[in-house]
């Protein structure tokens, strides 16, 4: 089986890392997805929300600020300046890494549409998570 090795990583330290099936990320051009043999690429990447699925097929999401991503040879490498991981293991972690998602990516954006578009999209992983 082919897959994709991800590592996220922010100047405090790697957010994720493992292989996975397929990346959605927010480019500066769109948000784009990428999956195993994806032709070698760099892209800018605009504050948004990183969805990952995993190898069973579970998804987890990660609210990014700004950076970039190389991809090259079933490896991707995304450098942001600050990221947030929306998984935990109770409701009450859960909520706690909502709220700082929603604080990141507010502090990151000036254009409320997006902004609001964004906060949605987190709500919505968060649904599936609970």
Known sequence: MN????????????????DVKSVTLPG???????LPNHASLV????AGVIDVVKLDET??????????VEI???????LVDSAVDIMGENDGE????????KRLLRE??????????VE???DASAKKLV
């Open 3 to 18: 897959v994709l090795h991800l590592e996220v990583i922010t100047p405090l330290g790697r957010v994720f890392v493992g």
């Open 28 to 34: 500066a051009d769109g948000e784009f997805g990428v």
């Open 43 to 46: 892209s800018l990447l605009i």
């Open 59 to 68: 998804v987890e999401s990660i609210a990014v600020d700004s950076g970039y």
């Open 72 to 78: 090259a040879a079933n490896k991707m490498i995304v």
């Open 94 to 101: 859960i909520a706690k890494a909502l709220d700082a998602a």
């Open 108 to 117: 990151a954006h000036d254009s409320h549409v997006l902004l609001s578009a």
């Open 120 to 122: 949605a999209k987190i």
